[in-house]
Structures are given as C-alpha cells and as structure tokens.
C-alpha cells in the first residue's frame, strides 16, 4: 500500500511531493589486508559468479576502461580511484567522488546498455566519509530509460513530467528532510514516471518514495545498496521498484506506471555523486558496482 502526501517542503527552492511506502532492513564489513585479502574476497562476491551480471568493476584495474561517461572527462578531479587498503571495501582500489564547495558540484560515471533491458537490479557498495554533510538535499545513484534510438532522452528533465514514450528515470539517495535526519539522511527513491504528482509551485519535481520505517546510513561505514526496477506492461501500472542494504529490503512499491510503449527501456546507470550546495568537500567512496538481469545480492 502506497500513501502520497503533499508537503510543502522545497527542495533547492522547488516544493516536492512524497510518497511514502513500509518497508524493513543490516551490515558488511570492510577489509584491511591488501592484495592478498583481495584475492582471497573474489569468490565471495556472487556478482562475480552470476551470469546474469554484464557490468562488474571493483576498480582493481585503476581505470575507468568499463564506463561510458557523458560530459565528464575521465580526468576530472571529482572522479579519483584511490589505491589504499584500508578505503576500499574489498582489495586495494576504490572510486572516490567529491562533491567540492559550492553549487552544483560532484561527479559520476554513467554506463549505456542499449537498447536497454526491462528488469534490472544495480548493486553498489558505498561508503559517506566521516565528514559528509550534504545540507538536505543531493542526487546519488540513479537509473534512466528512454527509447533505443537516442541515449540523451533522460539527461535534463529536471521539472519534466515523462509522456510514458520519452523518458523516465529513478535515484536511490539520500535525504535529510530539512534537519530531521542526520547527514547523509534517509534513503528514498526520487523518480520521473508519466503519473507523477504535481509539486505545489506547479512544476513537476521528482516524486519521493520514503521507506517507513526511514534508514538512515552512518558515515565512515560501507554499506551494501541494491535496488530492482521492473518495468510495467504498457498500459498498465504493474510496474515496480525496491531496495535492499546488506541483503535486507528496506522498500518496495508497486504499481508503478513507467512508459506506455514497450520501445522505452532501463538503458543508463550513474553512479553519482550531486550536492546542490555542497558547504564542504564531500565525498562518497564506492565499490563493486554491478548490474545484472537478476539478483545479485551482497558479498559473504
């Protein structure tokens, strides 16, 4: 059971809708050692096993070689793969994501697979640092679909509400609901679709689906984040999205009305770091990214 409230909260001076959902929820623990441990965790990560799996990188490789990025050069400064044992939550190397001072600020990797699939489940580890603090509000890792002919169909939609045969997109992130949760603040989806509420100002910002009871991440922990999105069946509202940390489901929400024609399709994956005031430096470490056509889970 789903329940939409509309508040009159702004989000960067925008008002925004929440919609809140039950739900439940675990841990990981982060090695130490380094080449050796890494060696020895590999067959413990089932995204390393699964056939399923088309995109693994736990960043060993020190490169960027897997991704596909969009207007991100490779060398910028706010994408760093950090050689050190003791950050990275399995093996030697990590990604390390800055959001610097000011507006608008962080980075991310972006991942094409085109035409696009319609059931999809992407897996990460991250990890906040001691000092992260975002303010309220931030974008994190996200999922876009759009038609197979055009790649960019969901980049710059902010305020667009998605006809069901152009776009539609879904992030996985945090909020701190104006001080009421400490930083980084409870995980929720932040999602585009065609039946999408109307915040109050008129326009159409991304629709919030809350888990209830919140979670709320600690800083300086890695964390397992996995989430599912099932495309609906055009012309009904049969489609779905859900969300685990540490193998344990923290939200799920049915019903959802994704696109109207089968074209339009999960195609694009970022991995993303996005402050919109960032007061500070802030930085996100992640890991073991993979995205599969089936569940994953975390590593044991």
Sequence with gaps: MRRVILTG???????????????????????RDGAALAQAAAPTDPARDNPAVFLFDDFEGGSFAKWDNDDQDFGDPDLRIVN????????THCLEVTAREGEGTGGKLAKWFMPGVEDLYARWYCKFATDFDQGNHMHFV???????????AAFGKAGVKPSGTDFFTTGFEPWRDWGKHPAPGAMMFYSYYPDMQKAPDGNYWGNMFMTDPPFVPERDRWYCMEVHVKLNTPGQADGEQAAWVDGQEVGRFTGIRWREIPALKLNCFWLMLYVHNS?????????????STSPIGPAK
Excluded: C, E
Excluded at 84 to 91: F, L
């Design 9 to 31: 909260m702004l989000l960067v001076g925008v008002a925004v809708l929440v919609s809140v959902a039950g739900s439940r929820m675990r841990r990981q623990r982060a090695p």
């Design 84 to 91: 050190d044992p003791a950050v990275a939550h399995s093996g």
């Design 142 to 152: 996200h999922l876009l679909g759009g038609p197979p002919d055009n790649k960019w």
């Design 279 to 291: 007061t500070h430096p802030n930085r996100v470490y992640f890991d073991d990214a993979a995205l």
